[in-house]
T-cell receptor, first 112, second 116 residues
Framework: QKEVEQDPGPLSVPEGAIVSLNCTYS??????FMWYRQYSRKGPELLMY????GNKEDGRFTAQVDKSSKYISLFIRDSQPSDSATYLC????????????FGRGTQLTVWP | GAVVSQHPSRVICKSGTSVKIECRSL??????MFWYRQFPKKSLMLMAT?????????EQGVEKDKFLINHASLTLSTLTVTSAHPEDSSFYIC????????????FGSGTRLTVV
């Protein structure tokens, strides 16, 4: 079993839709949870960063972590065509930031 | 915010030659750098982790004599693909981590290597 599982999609939604992206993880020691956005042929860029459980909101993006179910979510409100990209969830264990374990990434297309 | 500069963005080389990829942290000190390889529509595969001034730690299955990593300073790490073969063609990405976990890991823009 991989450390972090993520449905690769692809996911296609109309502009303005609410997008829900999800990951599950298997290691109870994971403490840090991140979402990265990657445009084609570019390096990933950090979208959201969460420590332990809870929600975090930044503009149209909300990240949720449920450690009891080992579930990580990213919600995008009022999605835009510019949100079209691959979204990667990642987790890290321990009290200090160790190596990242990535999901496969979900390819999202938002059509006008 | 934290910025990592990776060069070159694209390189084409002949089989048997070596290619060096540079990764620089521009506005923070990168205590640890990570090198990844990414295949089309696949996730990032960690190749090695390097701490400044130390030898890199390679993941299982990654040939350390083929993928030479140097992290000589807190702002620069290099990956050299030696005696490149067509199967080494891939997208290589570096990532740098400083001391502030709030920044997470900052990634370079990637290098598309094509070996012909």
């Amino acid at each position: 079993q991989k450390e972090v599982e993520q449905d690769p999609g692809p996911l296609s939604v109309p502009e303005g839709a609410i997008v829900s992206l999800n990951c599950t993880y298997s290691n109870s020691a994971f403490q840090y949870f991140m979402w990265y956005r990657q445009y084609s042929r570019k390096g990933p860029e950090l979208l959201m960063y969460t420590y332990s459980s809870g929600n975090k909101e930044d503009g149209r993006f909300t990240a949720q972590v449920d450690k009891s179910s080992k579930y990580i979510s990213l919600f995008i409100r009022d999605s835009q065509p510019s949100d079209s990209a691959t979204y990667l969830c990642a987790s890290s264990r321990g009290s200090t930031l160790g190596r990242l374990y990535f999901g496969r990434g979900t390819q999202l297309t938002v059509w006008p | 915010g934290a910025v990592v500069s990776q060069h070159p963005s694209r390189v084409i080389c002949k089989s048997g030659t070596s290619v060096k990829i540079e990764c620089r942290s521009l506005d923070f000190q990168a205590t640890t750098m990570f090198w990844y390889r990414q295949f089309p529509k696949k996730s990032l595969m960690l190749m090695a982790t390097s701490n400044e001034g130390s030898k890199a730690t390679y993941e299982q299955g990654v040939e350390k004599d083929k993928f030479l990593i140097n992290h000589a300073s807190l702002t620069l790490s290099t990956l050299t693909v030696t005696s490149a073969h067509p199967e080494d063609s891939s997208f290589y990405i570096c990532s740098a981590r400083g001391t502030d976990p709030a920044y997470g890991y900052t990634f370079g823009s990637g290098t598309r290597l094509t070996v012909v």
